[in-house]
């Protein structure tokens, strides 16, 4: 017995060190991969901040130079139009550019009103909101001499915000830039330019005080990584933030942790690894202390039962946490796009795959998605609300039909919303209401993650043509802050975690008919993807928690089972008592389980599933064991010590079955 200790100790303690140098390594694989994403961050705001404020240093020389050429030689003010248009079309920042009088700074009007400012587009669209004047130089006085003269030119914060998304500085996060006084010279968010607020009102409305040290940093010129936690979401973040040098301002980035904190497939394997290696050796380092606990047999065999059972309950706790934290979701073959590069190196294959085809290059329609609703009308059957909108060139001959068949859908309600032409761009845009009928994967219900997918076609979908996301109709891609989805959107028993476009090549074994059908092999069909998570608190009330109570009830039934004439009178064992109590609980957990695989629709064996297992296979060894228990012969496994082998083995027998189902159907 003693050398079975000390090896079993040898064993235990050799598990829990492979367990923590496999732990260890995985999280120096995430913390290096942490410090090269956010190294790659900082290069590019480095970049970012340099290339930005050349280009306003740029700008002021010009300006700068004209107002001195304008004092200088009154006769050059007669073209300045034409080189105030040339300066905007070759900057992508500015939105207008003028010879002003200095009382015509005053607002937007009166720019429009001056016939010596040239704008970006009409002059009668300036928006003051978007104006943000960079710098003012004396240009003399007018030609009567009445009132000063000044060069202006002013940036679009807007522009400028899409300049920062061009210079690809918004990656894994987003990017706006602040004054010293925390004004936001540029932010994704419109509203908050358009209100004039601060970074000290925003951090106070959003609740994330940390935002508000972010501005102090802002306002003393420093740079660096702060730590940010949002107060009401509790979504840890980091924010950089860089100085610029021209201007005074700060650019700042925004970058979630989740998301690049999340192991891949591979570091998910070797963390699940080295977590259930250190379960297993503390369990069995649990069971031997409970061993050594007492000299009395009983109450030491009792100890090691405890405390191995309460090793195995917390590891199968831990390995649900395990699976509750990731939140990375794919299906085979899908090629999500949240960005314009990824956009276009996919189709740019595309196209290439097409003309190797025999066909032309495929035609694109930007098509975007908005969620207003999702509703579960059954376990594989949904209700969706929202809307979709195509964009089509004006100035291009109109090629293709409009519109967007959702192929997925049993029943389509849609009807044209609204149509806008601005420039040279026609909108078209339709609301819906979908009942779509679609397939999840439940085998680890109750901590199954789910995607609810929209699947769009051209309404042409013979013809060569590709629905491509609407990138620029939404303030941001990151899938974590749910583009596309109405900030209001609630879903009882689910937790909204991203939503994204995606590609999925579809093969049909059909022309549909049509003798020129382009998409019947691999033809990329665009989904619309929420990624939601089931909150695990309903189901494990409503489904957990009574198995708990029944295998409680079935350790008390198995706990009365006693020879012992004072035991037995005061507890009234018999086996027909056992067996009625088994049979009384069976037709409960049955048509508990029968209820449960009926309302998933699931044809597959799940996780929950083996937890009924579990307790049909328990009804039959606590009958049977009760059963030989009262026979006349005598039974040493089940007679000795009044039945104390059965007794001690009941909860380690069914933790160890739950812990190895848990650590199978959660592997990576």
């Known amino acids: 017995m003693k050398k079975l200790t000390i090896a079993l100790m040898v064993i235990a303690v050799l598990l829990f060190a492979c367990g923590i140098y496999n732990y260890y390594r995985y999280h120096s694989s995430i913390d290096a991969f942490s ?19 050349r280009q306003i240093s740029d700008l002021q020389k010009q300006a700068a130079g004209l107002a001195e050429e304008f004092a200088r030689d009154f006769e050059l003010k007669a073209s300045s139009t034409t080189r105030f248009q040339e300066i905007l079309a070759s900057s992508p920042v500015l939105l207008g550019a003028g010879l002003l009088k200095r009382s015509e700074l005053a607002s937007a009007d009166s720019r429009r009103r001056s016939p010596g400012y040239v704008a970006k587009g009409e002059k009668a669209s300036l928006n003051l909101a978007d104006l943000l004047q960079l710098c003012v ?32 500085v918004c990656k894994q996060g987003y990017a706006f830039i602040i004054a010293s006084n925390g004004e936001f010279i540029c932010h994704p968010s419109e509203s908050l330019m358009r209100a004039g607020k601060t970074i000290y009102d925003h951090a106070n409305e959003e609740k994330v005080a940390s935002l508000a040290d972010l501005g102090k940093a802002a306002a003393s010129g420093q740079s660096g990584k702060f730590d940010l936690l949002a ?52 369990s069995m380092l649990l069971l031997l202390a409970g061993l050594a606990l007492s000299k009395d047999t009983n109450t030491r065999w009792w100890a090691a039962s405890v405390l191995l059972s309460a090793g195995l309950c917390v590891g199968i706790a831990v390995l649900w946490q395990l699976n509750l934290s990731n939140v990375r979701y794919s299906h085979r073959g899908e090629v999500p796009v949240a960005d314009e590069g990824v956009l276009e190196q996919y189709l740019d294959n595309l196209s290439y795959r097409m003309i190797l085809d025999g066909h032309d290059v495929p035609k694109r329609i930007k098509t975007g998605v908005f969620l207003q609703s999702v509703d579960f009308q059954s376990a594989v059957s949904l209700k969706i609300t929202g809307y979709v909108w195509q964009k089509f060139r004006t100035d291009l001959p109109m090629e293709v039909e409009e519109g967007v068949i959702f192929p997925d859908a049993q029943e389509v309600e ?43 076609w051209p309404v042409e979908f013979d013809k060569n043509i590709v629905l491509v996301p609407d990138f620029d ?11 596309g989805i109405e ?111 009926k309302g998933l629709e699931v044809a597959k064996i799940m996780y929950m599933d083996f937890y009924y297992f579990v307790i049909y296979l328990l009804f039959m060894l606590v009958s049977v064991n009760s059963v030989l228990f009262c026979w006349p012969r005598e039974f040493s496994l089940i007679h000795y010590r009044d039945n104390l082998i059965p007794k001690l083995l009941y909860w380690p027998f069914v933790l160890s079955v739950l812990f190895v189902t848990t650590a199978f159907y959660f592997s990576p």
Request: hydrophobic fraction near 45%; charged fraction near 20%.
């Open 231 to 282: 107060d009401v979401s509790g979504n840890p973040m980091w924010g950089l933030l860089l100085p610029m040098k021209t201007t005074g301002w700060s650019l700042v980035k925004i970058i979630l942790k989740e998301p690049v904190l999340q192991p891949t497939v591979e570091q998910q394997k070797q963390r699940y690894a080295a977590v259930t290696l250190i379960v297993v050796s503390i």
């Open 473 to 483: 109709s939404y303030v941001l891609m990151t899938p974590e802050f749910l583009p």
């Open 35 to 53: 410090e090269q994403t956010l190294a790659e961050a900082r290069a590019r705001m480095q970049d970012s901040a340099e290339n930005i404020d």
């Open 487 to 597: 900030a209001s959107l609630l879903l009882p028993g689910w937790k909204l975690l991203q939503s994204n476009f995606s590609y999925l090549a579809a093969s049909y074994n059909t022309n549909f008919g049509i003798a020129r059908y382009a998409g019947i092999e691999d033809f990329p069909e665009l989904h619309f993807n929420l990624i939601i998570r089931r909150n695990f608190m309903d189901p494990f009330i409503s489904s957990i928690l009574p198995l708990i109570v029944v295998l409680i009830l079935l350790f008390i039934m198995q706990m009365t089972c006693s020879r012992e004439e004072n035991l037995k009178d005061l507890f009234g064992f018999s086996a027909g008592a056992i067996l009625a109590g088994v049979a009384a609980l069976f037709f409960v957990v049955i048509f508990a389980h029968i209820d449960l695989r």
């Open 414 to 456: 849609m009807e044209k919303a609204y149509e806008r032409t601005i420039g040279n761009m026609r909108t078209v845009g339709w609301h819906f209401s979908l009942l779509l009928r679609e397939s999840f994967d439940y085998q680890t219900y109750p901590f199954d993650l789910e995607s609810v997918w929209l699947r769009m």
């Open 137 to 168: 130089y004396s240009a003399g006085v007018t030609s009567d001499g009445d009132e000063d003269e000044v060069v202006v030119f002013d940036l679009s914060r807007q522009q400028l915000q899409n300049y920062l998304y061009s210079l690809h």
